[in-house]
């Protein structure tokens, strides 16, 4: 069983920047794509940035730029760097492991972007 725990998120001004992280319990990087995802209540669950093992990268019609997915082998950690957020990034935001019909995914954190 892989483990995802997420942590980084917070309270920010727009504008402001967070950086998220994503630690998995073991070594799946070389076989898993992994993601983040993000949830309000009004809205389902939408892409935000993965990134395959051969490091190719994908983003959301809505990052334009501001985000930027990485991550760490050594410390096991995926990360989601965010610049120029918007009100409209508040959200839960999810980390994702995928490969094949395989899936898991962490318990979520909390980003509010508020003045």
């Known amino acids: 069983q892989i483990q995802l725990v997420e942590s980084g998120g917070g309270s920010v001004q727009p504008g402001g920047s967070l950086r998220l992280a994503c630690v998995a319990s073991r070594h799946i990087f070389g076989l898993f794509t992994m993601g983040w995802y993000r949830q309000t209540p009004e809205k389902e669950r939408e892409l935000v940035a993965t990134l395959d093992p051969q490091l190719q990268t994908n983003y959301g019609e809505f990052v334009k730029g501001r985000f930027t997915i990485s991550r760490d082998d050594a410390r096991l950690a995926v990360y989601l760097q965010m610049n120029n957020l918007k009100p409209e990034d508040t959200a839960v935001y999810f980390c994702?492991?995928?490969?094949?019909?395989?899936?898991?995914w962490g318990q979520g954190t909390q980003v509010t972007v508020s003045s």
């Open positions: 994702k492991a995928e490969a094949g019909r395989t899936t898991h």
